[in-house]
């Protein structure tokens, strides 16, 4: 079976984003900061989404369980990046508020898609079908959250908008403070991975690995370029000679 361009996207997004996730990781277990954690848990959501939206493009197409599982993922990882960026801006206080907000709603969207019906094909039961054709969701084509019922998709917008909503607004927000080009450079990437949603929904879902690599993508340069502006972290004083 030929591997389709979704597989390399689908592959460079799970690098690119496991990568990131590691440095944010990295960053917590040397600072300990809340909105860190949040990162690194939201990076590490979109790294296993795109592993599996490389399995399903390696083993012929999704499957209930590996799709189910997927839709899941995705408005709950823009929701947590979102966390993280209300912790860093905002009193703890907002963070474990939105945080609460995040833990009901994704149990609420977590019960509807485990017993959501979904299309399966009459040859193959364990393969979700797409659309009104009734045919396999066969690699190459891309799904996005198209399967799902649309009540259990209209769901998902209770997690996506307001996470991204706080993660481009608080890019943007940082960017008039600092004028850092990396504030922009994340605002940008978290744009691009919204636009793609947005396609998705109300046009076609044939452009969302591609919107989700760039927006990682972008938003990884931005990091990077944050890491080469950061303070240098300050001598410790010399102790004082005893008179």
Known sequence: MAVGVGAYLALGSAIVAGIFAALVFRQYAAKRKV??????????????????????????????SLY??????????VAVLGLGTVYL????????????YIIVVFAIILFFTVTAAIGVSASDPGRIVCGEEGVVCEPGRVVGGTAMPGGVRALSQLLTYPGAVALIGGAVYSWRKTRGSYNLLIAVGATLMTIGGILTRYVTPEFLYIFLL???AVMFVGFLRSLEVAPAPKPEAAPTPAP
């Open 214 to 216: 760039a927006g990682i």
């Open 89 to 100: 801006l905002a009193n703890k206080r907002v963070g474990h508020a939105f945080l609460a």
């Open 35 to 64: 909105f860190q954690l949040a990162w690194g848990v939201g990076l590490a959501l979109f790294t296993l989404a795109s592993v599996l939206e490389f399995v399903s493009e390696l083993t012929g197409g999704w499957t209930v």
């Open 68 to 77: 189910k599982t997927y839709f899941a993922l995705h408005p709950t990882l």
